[in-house]
C-alpha cells in the first residue's frame, strides 16, 4: 500500500477505535454494539480493492483485539475483520465512485451480519459461548439495524477521505506524475523538433549551395560560347 494510504487508514483506524470504546459501547444498547470500525474497513475497501481492505481488516482489527477492554483472544476480530475488506473490496465501483446508495447499503448489512456470524462461529472454536448466552438472532438483527443506521454517515465519508488522499499530487499516478509525464514529452518532442528543423536548415543550405554553383556553372559556360 502506498504511504498516503497507510497514514489515512491509520488515522480512520484509531478515531473510529477511539470513538466505539469511549463513546458507543457505553450506550448500552440492547443487542450488539454498533460498529463504527467494521464501516471505516468497508468504506476504505471500496476505494483501495480487496488486497488493500484485506490488509486494512487486519490491522484494524488486530488493534482491536489488543486494545482495552478486549476480553476475546487476539486475531479473532482481525480474522473477521480481514476477510470482511477482502470480500467488500471485490466489488470495488470503478474509481471508487459510486452510482446509488443501494449497493453499499447492502454490503453493509450482509458485513454486519456475515462478520456477526463469522465472530461467533470463531468464538465457538475456541470454546467462548456467550453469544449463545446473548443470543444470536437479537445480535444478528440489531447489528445489522444499527450499522444500517450508522452506515450513511460514515461510509461515504471514508470513501471521499480515500479518494481525495489517493489525488494526492505526491503519489505516483496523482497530477505531479502525470505532469511529469507531460513535461518529459515536451521535452523530447521540443528536441526533435529542434533536431528536425536544423536538419531541415542544413539541407535547405546545401539546395542553396547547388543551385547557386549550377548557375555559375551555366554562366560561365555561357561566356566561354
Known amino acids: 500500500m502506498r504511504v498516503n494510504r497507510i497514514l489515512l487508514s491509520t488515522a480512520l483506524v484509531v478515531v473510529a477505535l477511539v470513538i466505539q470504546v469511549s463513546v458507543l459501547a457505553r450506550l448500552h444498547l440492547p443487542g450488539a454494539v454498533p460498529d463504527l470500525l467494521l464501516l471505516t474497513v468497508l468504506g476504505l475497501a ?3 480493492g480487496h488486497v488493500g481492505g484485506s490488509l486494512v481488516g487486519f490491522g484494524a482489527g488486530l488493534l482491536a483485539d489488543l486494545a482495552p477492554p478486549a476480553d476475546h483472544a487476539a486475531g479473532r476480530y482481525a480474522l473477521v ?12 465501483p470503478e474509481n471508487g465512485r459510486l452510482k446509488s446508495a443501494t449497493g453499499p447499503m447492502a454490503v453493509v448489512v450482509a458485513a454486519a451480519l456475515g462478520s456477526t456470524l ?3 462461529g ?3 472454536l475456541v470454546g467462548d459461548t456467550a453469544a449463545r448466552h446473548v443470543g444470536l438472532p437479537g445480535l444478528l438483527f440489531s447489528a445489522a439495524l444499527y450499522d444500517l443506521l450508522l452506515a450513511p454517515f ?6 471521499w477521505l480515500a479518494r481525495r488522499a489517493d489525488n494526492d499530487p505526491l503519489t505516483e499516478s496523482g497530477p505531479a506524475a502525470k505532469a511529469g509525464d507531460i513535461s518529459s514529452g515536451w521535452l523530447s ?3 526533435g523538433l529542434r ?9 535547405a543550405l546545401k539546395a542553396k ?3 547557386r554553383s549550377a548557375r555559375v556553372g551555366r554562366i560561365k559556360g555561357v561566356k566561354r560560347l
Open 118 to 120: 463469522l465472530y461467533a
Open 154 to 159: 460514515v461510509v461515504p465519508g471514508v470513501m
Open 209 to 211: 549551395a547547388r543551385t
Open 81 to 92: 475483520l480481514c476477510v470482511t475488506g477482502y470480500l467488500a473490496g471485490l466489488i470495488k
Open 195 to 203: 533536431i528536425g528543423s536544423q536538419r531541415g536548415g542544413l539541407g
Open 189 to 191: 518532442s521540443g528536441t
Open 122 to 124: 470463531v468464538g465457538a
Open 46 to 48: 471500496m476505494v483501495y
